[in-house]
């Protein structure tokens, strides 16, 4: 299989085929010539379901079955245009490139870019536009011609059953090939390391290497180009990582137990296409096979030491022969399983078809050939390891290609050949595969495929804003801001989504956000809005500008009793941060007893109704629910108060795991929880879970005083969507100081349960007065990580709660963040936490600017190797009145975390800003 990635135009030729679907529409554009590939009169006979009685409608017809299986399983509603041809490809009787596929062009900062400054391929880019970005074929597809021709060793079969028998299936090459075209793959080079444009794409994004503990966008080239052949790149994405749980079996291996010169659990091992799959334990000696001919040990003679051999393991040299005579021949001779000998290096998945074999084969490395043959006879067992997915890393996620030699044009962008059972993106056509699309639809929904045509301005959502009474006396007010990072003026629309109703026809306030700007409104409801009773809604922010580059953030508080206010800091969601039909989220931290109770806030993202379903994991590990929240209105906002309750669950929740979906097709929608204190009614903020990998930084922890006599603690909740239990190492980073001698520590988070760590730096590391940052690597990259830090007050707690920062909310050079809603006054002061999470000097370079986007000051800050700093009243000392913060660093690969604390000086209680 050979799939470029250079992209170049091309021109349409020959005539159409429309297949019009429920969810996308593929026009096959045929480019042959008359009496040729597509157009080939040679008679046919209908076979395994394709009606076409020309050998040119057959393979039109596969064509169109591939159309009608990718338009069922995506959604555009920009038809997808595939430019389809034949040619000649080099084949000959061992090997073939047997297709090939490019995307017409990579588009970037579109309107609806989920993400700024990455490439989209052009049918990805033109169904999140909702438009045709680049009037061009979108795909093309070139087909090989040369099976049945003399020379070459393959033949196609055109049934649409998949029982090709020796021939090789043309459905399911053309199955891969379009899912190349439709973004399974990456312009950058694995070769040289370099990216395409000196920019990061959609699919380049996901790709992480588990041996470096990095995503590809943050290496160098050097980096990435070390990682294409290191063996250890996978898919950074938790649908693909749930998907496998279900659809991956054990890790194959073998397990020989003496002498202890070849003791051990072998896993670089290759599996067969021929016998049954490796499933229950075979055990027996591992016993080296003899044959009587030169070379004795390749098995392919009869076997001549059948008493050794009878009830055993054969183990057999590669060479001479094929695999399935050297299997069976040792079935012949009595053999339980066979272990083949890898006569070169790296692994080999071994190929071949005999009905008759009934034992199970593999094959090891020649390494450990060499060591197996050097310990024979010795008891062993062949089977698949339960702990460990076949073709995953130890933390779930899918393994990709990365053999060494690099392997142009098919290294990196595919599955690697160890995921079984076999899928369809590996970079080979096996036989077992079937009209299923697999695990590459759920890389799809990662790279933004399932994600719902945006509008045609550019939006977010601020799920709340009120202006109304709250239980125990509150009062609930919001503030808005708006930054423009852009260089030049945005104009700019509010409309109000008021709850529990259309919010389509909402109030709307136009405003402009000057470059570099903030616009703020306090109490926003009624300033921006004239809305002056009591109310309560999300808040629509759109620009017209397709390039607007805006932060919005609202702030809900209540005037505390004895002065001050208590509230919490809400982001926007951003087109990226709605949960998604076919991608549940979690949020964890939930609450619900004497202390605290736990709202639930929901806004319909699209123009059309929606279903939201609702499951509970409690802190002893019941599954409740599903609950659906039926029937919301076009960009309704809703309010489930109490939404531990609304599981008829009467007892104390002081852990809760909700994870939110939506069934209805095309479903989108913003989301998050507050977590009150029934005293203070101080309100904490609960983002969704994203998807991440199993590795990230908590920017802050606290065990130590503040001012004013607090004193602040910081607890860690834990959820485990994973059907294994997590180990979760800690290392604690301290502050001011290099932390890669920190403390590390272990907890486990049981499969499918949630776990709360209270006051975590005294109650794992022990420590009785400390702060500074967390990093935190887990087992499992299906488990959801919040910190909450408070202090006891007022009868009470008031605090913030803390996301915990992946890779992709890491600051670098490319990606400068801003951080809005900062104060420095008689009423509030604002502290600054960075962390550097690497293991590398960094410099921070902090720009200050006014409402009007003018500079007002800056301040570089330098860090040491994963060194946690709080810079505490950052905005001391600089004049002109900041509001917001934009934050980078000229490191050259530097990576930060970071958040502000804006804090309320007589109540002490502390809001969290994120940067964006």
């Not at 209908?46 to 299986?69: K, S, Y």
């Not at 003399?150 to 021939?167: R, S």
């Not at 958040?899 to 994120?914: H, M, Q």
Request: hydrophobic letters at 40%; aromatic letters at 6%; proline letters at 6%.
């Amino acid at each position: 299989m050979n799939v470029s990635s250079f992209v170049r135009l091309f021109v349409c030729l020959g005539l159409l085929s429309f297949v019009p679907l429920r969810a996308a529409e593929f026009v096959i554009v045929n480019r042959d010539a008359a009496g040729v590939g597509l157009n080939d009169p040679t008679p046919a006979t209908p076979v395994g379901g394709n009606p076409g009685t020309t050998v040119g409608q057959q393979r039109l017809a596969v064509f169109e079955e591939v159309a009608r299986i990718w338009g069922a399983a995506l959604h555009s509603d920009v038809p997808i245009r595939i430019n389809a041809g034949f040619a000649a490809l080099p084949c000959d009787a061992t090997g073939a490139t047997l297709a090939q596929a490019r995307q017409g062009s990579f588009q970037v900062d579109f309107p609806g870019a989920p993400l700024r400054a990455t490439q989209y391929g052009q049918a990805l880019a033109n169904k999140l536009a909702g438009r045709d970005l680049d009037f061009q074929d979108d795909i093309e597809i070139t087909i090989s011609s040369s099976p049945g021709t003399v020379g070459c060793g393959f033949t196609w079969y055109y049934g649409l059953d998949h029982q090709e028998g020796d021939a090789t299936d043309l459905l399911a090459t053309l199955l891969h090939e379009a899912g190349h075209g439709l973004g399974f793959l990456t312009p950058a080079s694995g070769s040289s390391g370099a990216l395409w444009d000196g920019m990061s794409d959609a699919y380049l994004r996901h790709l992480y290497d588990s041996a470096a503990g990095q995503d590809w966008e943050s290496m160098t080239d050097a980096s990435r180009r070390a990682s294409a052949i290191g063996g250890a790149l996978t898919w950074l994405g938790a649908d693909a990582t749930r998907f496998g749980a279900g659809f991956l079996a054990g890790l194959a291996r073998l397990r020989v137990d003496a002498p202890s010169t070849a003791a051990g659990t072998y896993t670089q091992i290759g599996t067969a296409s021929f016998g049954p799959p490796l499933g229950a334990d075979v055990s027996g000696a591992l016993v080296l096979v003899n044959d009587g001919t030169a070379p004795e040990s390749d098995g392919c003679e009869p076997i001549t030491n059948n008493t050794s051999v009878r009830a055993s393991i054969a183990l057999i040299d590669r060479g001479t022969c094929a695999f399935v005579v050297k299997v069976k021949n040792a079935q012949n001779a009595g053999a339980v399983g066979v272990v083949i000998v890898n006569n070169t290096t790296g692994i080999i998945n071994m190929s071949g078809d005999d009905p008759s074999i009934t034992i199970p084969a593999i094959s090891v490395t020649q390494a450990d050939g060499l060591l197996l043959k050097a310990g024979v006879p010795g008891p062993a067992t062949l089977g698949r390891d339960r702990d460990q997915f076949a073709g995953a890393d130890a933390a779930g996620r899918f393994r990709m290609f990365a053999p060494n030699p690099y392997q142009r044009g098919s290294s990196v962008s595919h599955f690697d050949i160890s995921v079984f059972p076999n899928a369809l993106m590996e970079p080979a056509i096996n036989s077992d595969l079937t009209s299923s699309v697999d695990a590459t639809l759920e890389v799809f929904k990662g790279i933004g495929w399932t994600r719902p045509k945006s509008p045609s301005a550019t939006g977010w959502i601020l799920p709340s804003a009120a202006r109304a009474p709250g239980a125990g006396n509150a009062f609930y007010t919001t503030d808005l801001a708006i930054a423009n990072g852009g260089a030049a003026s945005v104009p700019v629309t509010l409309q109000f989504l008021g709850n529990s109703r259309n919010g389509s026809t909402g109030p709307t306030r136009d405003v402009t956000v000057p470059a570099r700007g903030v616009v703020s409104f306090t109490d926003v409801l009624s300033s921006a809005f004239g809305l002056t009773g009591n109310e309560f809604g999300a808040i629509r922010v759109t620009s017209s500008r397709s390039d607007a580059f805006l932060t919005v953030l609202g702030q809900t508080s209540t005037p505390a009793p004895g002065g001050g206010t208590f509230g919490q800091s809400v982001p926007a969601a951003e087109p990226s941060d709605l949960v998604i039909n076919g991608s549940p989220r979690a949020i964890v931290g939930l609450r619900e007893d004497s202390l605290f109770r736990t709202n639930l806030v929901l806004v319909n993202a699209t123009d059309t109704s929606l279903d939201v379903e609702m499951t509970l994991v409690t802190d002893d590990g019941r599954t409740l629910g599903p609950v659906t929240v039926a029937a919301f209105l076009p960009w309704e906002m809703r309010q489930v108060s109490r939404v531990v309750r609304q599981f008829a669950e009467a007892g104390d929740v002081t852990n809760g795991m909700l994870v939110v979906s939506t069934p209805t097709v095309q479903g989108a929608f913003a989301t998050y929880a507050a977590v009150i204190d029934n005293t203070t009614n101080d309100p904490r903020t609960l983002l969704p879970s994203v998807e991440g990998p199993s590795t990230f930084f908590l920017p802050a922890s606290a065990r130590a005083p503040g001012a004013g006599g607090a004193f602040y603690t910081t607890d860690l909740a834990f959820g485990n969507r994973g059907p294994r239990d997590a180990r979760v190492k800690l290392k604690f980073l301290g502050n001011t100081k290099d932390g890669r001698d920190g403390v590390e520590k272990e907890v486990v988070v049981p499969a499918g349960k949630t776990l709360a760590v209270t006051d975590v730096l005294g109650s794992v590391f022990a420590l009785t007065q400390d702060f500074g940052a967390l990093r935190v690597a887990s087992s499992n990259a299906l488990v959801d990580v919040l910190g909450q830090t408070s202090t006891p007050g007022s009868g009470g707690t008031f605090g913030q709660s803390v996301a915990l920062a992946g890779p992709w909310d890491l600051i670098h050079s490319n990606n400068v963040k801003t951080i809005l809603g900062v104060r420095e006054d008689a009423g509030f002061r604002t502290n600054l936490i960075v962390t550097n999470v690497t293991e590398a000097n960094l410099d921070i370079d902090l720009d200050f600017r006014n409402a009007s986007g003018a500079a007002v000051g800056a301040r570089r800050i330098s860090l040491r190797p994963l060194e946690m700093q709080q810079i505490s009243r950052v905005l001391d000392g600089v004049s002109g009145a900041p509001v917001a913060i934009r934050l980078l660093t000229s490191t050259l690969n530097g990576r930060f975390a970071a958040y502000a604390s804006v804090i309320d000086n007589v109540t002490n209680d502390p809001r969290t800003l994120l940067p964006k």
